[in-house]
């Protein structure tokens, strides 16, 4: 008979294994972020196909822009963003811890870039911008419940 044998009763239930905290009605919150980010991937990739094939399509000029550059840069400054967006989105979607602080950081520059694209798309970067928001919110106050 051993020490841990011979201290324990008989009558004393068996030790239980820790148990995992349950996931919250929250985690929905996580999901969305996620929806969200890669939604707003797709957004980003459009926005800058438009801007590399169509310059004609927006309200202004590049001289008209806050940050006065080429359609052509500001396409693939956006097509950049979204493609990082969209691997995001798909990686917090599999609960990795990364995607969060990845999520959170794409989010704000993505916000950024909209901000100073808008003049040349408004109501499309306001929506963007909006999302964005959100998907900040989302992620910095429920993050840890896709931990579960």
């Given at each position: 008979?051993?020490?841990?044998?011979?201290?324990?009763?008989?009558?004393?239930?068996?030790?239980?294994?820790?148990?995992?905290?349950?996931?919250?009605?929250?985690?929905?919150?996580?999901?969305?972020?996620?929806?969200?980010?890669?939604?707003?991937?797709?957004?980003?990739?459009?926005e800058g196909l438009v801007a590399l094939f169509r310059d004609d399509f927006y309200v202004t000029t590049d001289a008209g822009l806050?940050?006065?550059?080429?359609?052509?840069?500001?396409?693939?400054?956006?097509?950049?963003?979204?493609?990082?967006?969209?691997?995001?989105?798909?990686?917090?979607?599999?609960?990795?811890?990364?995607?969060?602080?990845?999520?959170?950081?794409?989010?704000?520059?993505?916000?950024?870039?909209?901000?100073?694209?808008?003049?040349?798309?408004?109501?499309?970067?306001?929506?963007?911008?909006?999302?964005?928001?959100?998907?900040?919110?989302?992620?910095?106050?429920?993050?840890?419940?896709?931990?579960?």
């Amino acid at each position: 008979m051993t020490d841990t044998e011979s201290k324990r009763s008989y009558d004393d239930p068996p030790p239980q294994p820790a148990r995992r905290p349950q996931p919250t009605g929250w985690v929905g919150m996580v999901v969305f972020a996620g929806v969200m980010l890669l939604m707003l991937g797709g957004f980003q990739i459009v926005e800058g196909l438009v801007a590399l094939f169509r310059d004609d399509f927006y309200v202004t000029t590049d001289a008209g822009l806050i940050i006065p550059m080429d359609f052509s840069a500001w396409g693939w400054t956006h097509l950049i963003i979204g493609a990082i967006t969209l691997g995001t989105g798909f990686g917090l979607l599999f609960g990795q811890t990364w995607a969060r602080v990845v999520g959170v950081i794409i989010a704000v520059f993505s916000a950024l870039a909209n901000l100073a694209f808008l003049p040349a798309y408004p109501i499309w970067s306001t929506i963007v911008i909006a999302l964005d928001v959100l998907v900040i919110y989302a992620l910095t106050v429920h993050g840890r419940e896709v931990r579960y």
